[in-house]
């Protein structure tokens, strides 16, 4: 008969360790498996759960690394995907541990705040009705079930100092932001502008693993190009998209020094970025007397550019 190893990290509130289950082999979810744990081996074993049929979003957790919604997730697949029997399963990345798989959301729900998840009436509006086409513009963005699988991806958030949204939470500031029946969306885009919405390094962890396949990293873009249509012109991500834009118009290509030098601005660069530029040049990777010139078919780009004017992406 065929077994299966889940090693769970277990924690009890103050001592971590890791506990070795071993079952016989049968068709199952991995929240299926996690309860056939708990009836009957270990009675003590924590994890969330609720609906059983991805609507909650409370039974998130990690699989070998990965984030994953347990009640969605087969055992057969996860066999598949790893070519293993023995897992590693683990509480969610980025969240505050309570009891062994089980993760607190408090702090996460108090700094959504900020960004206003509620519809706010816009001035004017003579009722809620809505065509199909701007309906369409956030419908996906509200299949979230804020089971927190962007956040525990997230990479930024690995190494912030707290004031970054979350993925779910930039999902929630973009499906109000992009409802025509609300009225704040841009006191929404500069709450996000004000936590850090220009430190997403595009990633795309929080779209490749949202169990509902919502396309978050595309919707902080949106909010970005917000931000610039609005004429944001202080933070340093803006300054670092006008700079690129530009570059690319007239050059074509990119001009690493000048990109540095106008985003931060010769004094900053001066005091921060010295030493990692000596370092790239001295290895090789800086040419600090190259000068770009614009590359042959410039008039091309440019038109590119022109035309991408006349175009409004949905």
């Known amino acids: 008969m065929e077994t299966i190893v889940f090693n769970i990290k277990r924690f009890d509130g103050k001592r971590s360790w890791t506990q070795r289950y071993t079952f016989p082999y049968e068709t199952n979810t991995l929240l299926g498996c996690l309860t056939k744990i708990r009836e009957e081996q270990d009675p003590t074993l924590n994890f969330m759960s609720a609906c059983r049929h991805g609507i909650c979003g409370s039974c998130a957790i990690q699989v070998n690394g990965s984030a994953y919604l347990a009640c969605e997730t087969q055992l057969d697949d996860l066999r598949k995907t790893y070519e293993t029997d023995e897992f590693v399963i683990e509480p969610l990345n980025n969240f505050t541990v309570t009891r062994d798989l089980v993760v607190q959301f408090e702090d996460k729900a108090e700094q959504m705040k900020k960004i206003m998840p509620w519809m706010c009436e816009r001035e004017g509006r003579a009722d809620n009705t809505q065509s199909p086409r701007d309906f369409a513009k956030y419908s996906k963005a509200t299949d979230c079930v804020l089971c927190g699988s962007c956040a525990s991806e997230c990479r930024e958030l690995a190494f912030d100092d707290?004031?970054?949204?979350?993925?779910?939470?930039?999902?929630?500031?973009?499906?109000?932001?992009?409802?025509?029946?609300?009225?704040?969306?841009?006191?929404?885009?500069?709450?996000?502008?004000?936590?850090?919405?220009?430190?997403?390094?595009?990633?795309?962890?929080?779209?490749?693993?949202?169990?509902?396949?919502?396309?978050?990293?595309?919707?902080?873009?949106?909010?970005?190009?917000?931000?610039?249509?609005?004429?944001?012109?202080?933070?340093?991500?803006?300054?670092?998209?006008?700079?690129?834009?530009?570059?690319?118009?007239?050059?074509?290509?990119?001009?690493?020094?000048?990109?540095?030098?106008?985003?931060?601005?010769?004094?900053?660069?001066a005091k921060n970025r010295v030493p990692f530029a000596v370092r790239m040049v001295t290895s090789g990777k800086l040419n600090p007397f190259h000068h770009v010139k614009a590359v042959n078919g410039i008039e091309g780009v440019r038109t590119l550019f022109e035309y991408a004017k006349t175009m409004k992406e949905d």
């Open 162 to 269: 707290g004031t970054y949204l979350a993925p779910f939470m930039m999902n929630k500031a973009y499906r109000f932001i992009a409802d025509s029946r609300d009225g704040a969306s841009e006191e929404r885009v500069m709450a996000v502008l004000d936590n850090n919405l220009w430190k997403c390094i595009h990633c795309q962890q929080c779209t490749s693993k949202c169990p509902k396949e919502i396309p978050i990293a595309e919707e902080i873009s949106f909010i970005r190009r917000m931000v610039l249509e609005m004429g944001e012109t202080k933070s340093l991500g803006a300054k670092h998209a006008y700079v690129f834009y530009n570059n690319a118009h007239d050059k074509g290509m990119l001009d690493e020094m000048q990109l540095a030098v106008k985003t931060e601005g010769l004094m900053a660069n």
